[in-house]
């Protein structure tokens, strides 16, 4: 069963690679453009397929829709610690990284099933909704005797080797792919509920892993671990006269094996197997839109719930049956999320459709807990999305969108369990200093085509 999963997902969904590290801002080029906003404005296929299962109903004909994002982001951390120079005084040793991961593919697909004389309407969607990683190269520039050359303004001490106290090279790919079986019901005229089983793979790459106990040889070196999940999505869609439309959905916590994570020390040795559960948040959200033959509207508020969710609810350090820390970080310790969703479609010109959107997501990483999502930045809060359509005919459609995320600072201090103290117990580093930032651009192309008039 697990093999079939997935080759269902390597044929439906090819590859995913994310870095915000959030719940992604939208399905496909039309809804992206629309800043994500769809729970009460089933414009497209892949939208409505993402955020509300009830709102299907309002297609009256089979279609399908296919979109690919070229996806860019630009992490970047900086790290600040001061040590004693050997000459009874102190210096400060601090540098910025850059990742160097690059571009990589976002599909998703999604096919609606409906006709004008059915209240039911079916869909299935194949969808990449989440997922993080850094590609951050170990420090070279190491304060050594023989380093004559020593730069201590650009050597970032986060990233020096272990035996120097730092992770090395620090490399993340978390990917999520779900599968989506919907249904849909009207139950009377302008009022439809909705029902999606979701399926879920998940795979993890994590070098070093933190959240393994290291051993006198430092952390392990971990190799790519996979899991599925199973959860459900369920939604309400109401249609009222002159245009108004409004959309409420659920969409339950998603509940994965754990990873079971095999790798090696730097030496090469092998490593225990490390055992982690991350879980996907409930995502709660209700949207409101206007329509008219001009323009559409559409409003959504989303409460991604990352507090009560495996893998991101613990933050700080693993203690011991001994009482004393373990060195292995609980987790990730986010906050809850609050996402703000606008979008408007202007159809004045024939067969040519213009979208603009807007996103504003609140950011899950504190100043306590920024140093344990140093392999998950997910610093993105503003977002501006554009985008157009173009109808060949009355069922082909080709669609582009572009997306820029904005990115927030987010400092904290570098943390060591040596330095837990009952005032203190994530051991913060005294006169350190972390800092996340990143941005990101995505580039979307779009093909529907609808069968039947």
């Known amino acids: 069963m697990k093999n079939l999963l997935i080759a269902l997902f390597t044929i439906l969904a090819a590859s995913l690679f994310a870095q915000t590290g959030h719940v992604l ?7 992206f453009s629309m800043g994500g906003a769809g729970t009460a404005l089933p414009i497209d296929v892949n939208g409505a397929l993402q955020w509300n299962p009830a709102s299907i109903t309002a297609f009256d004909r089979t279609e399908l829709a296919l979109s690919v994002a070229y996806f860019t982001a630009a992490p970047e951390v900086f790290a600040k610690v001061v040590q004693p120079d050997g000459q009874g005084g102190t210096m400060t040793i601090q540098g910025t990284t850059e990742d160097e991961k690059g571009a990589s593919p976002l599909p998703t697909l999604g096919a609606v099933f409906a006709n004008p004389d059915s209240k039911f309407a079916f869909g299935i969607s194949a969808f990449g909704i989440s997922g993080f990683g850094v590609d951050y190269p170990a420090t070279t520039d190491l304060p050594t005797p023989d380093n004559q050359n020593f730069d201590p303004n650009n050597s970032n001490p986060l990233l020096y080797p272990q035996n120097f106290g730092g992770f090395g090279h620090l490399n993340s790919n978390y990917q999520l792919m779900q599968l989506g079986l919907t249904g849909a019901y009207e139950i009377t005229e302008g009022f439809s509920i909705g029902l999606a089983p979701t399926f879920n793979y998940s795979s993890l790459l994590i070098e070093p892993v933190p959240i393994a106990a290291p051993s006198e040889k430092g952390y392990p070196i971990g190799e790519k671990a996979s899991a599925l999940g199973i959860g459900a999505q369920a939604g309400l869609f109401f249609q009222l006269p002159a245009g108004i439309n409004f ?37 709660f959200t209700a949207g409101a839109a206007y329509t008219n033959e001009n323009f559409d509207i559409a409003v959504d508020y989303r409460f991604i719930n990352y507090e009560k969710t495996d893998g991101f609810e613990k933050t700080g350090w693993v203690i011991g049956e001994n009482g004393f820390p373990t060195g292995a970080v609980a987790g990730f310790g986010w906050k809850d999320v609050n996402v703000i969703a606008a979008g408007v479609q202007l159809k004045m010109i024939d067969k ?69 103290t009952a005032e203190d117990p994530l051991g913060k580093v005294p006169g350190s200093e972390i800092t996340s930032k990143m941005h990101t651009d995505v580039l979307l192309l779009g093909v529907s085509y609808g069968f039947g008039k």
């Open 352 to 420: 040519l459709p213009i979208r603009l959107g807007y996103t504003y997501s609140s950011n899950p990483i504190t100043e306590d807990n920024v140093f344990f999502s140093s392999a998950a930045p997910a610093v993105i809060k503003h977002a501006v999305q554009a985008g157009f359509s173009y109808m060949v005919n009355d069922n082909l459609g080709i669609h582009l969108a572009y997306h820029r995320g904005i990115g927030e600072d987010v400092t904290g201090q570098l943390m060591n369990p040596q330095f837990i």
């Open 25 to 31: 801002q939208g399905a496909g080029a039309v809804n």
């Open 247 to 283: 959309g409420l959905a659920y969409k339950s916590t998603q509940f994965f094996q754990d990873f079971e994570i095999d790798g090696n020390y730097v030496d090469g040795s092998a490593a225990p197997t490390t055992n982690f559960n991350m879980d996907y948040p409930a995502i």
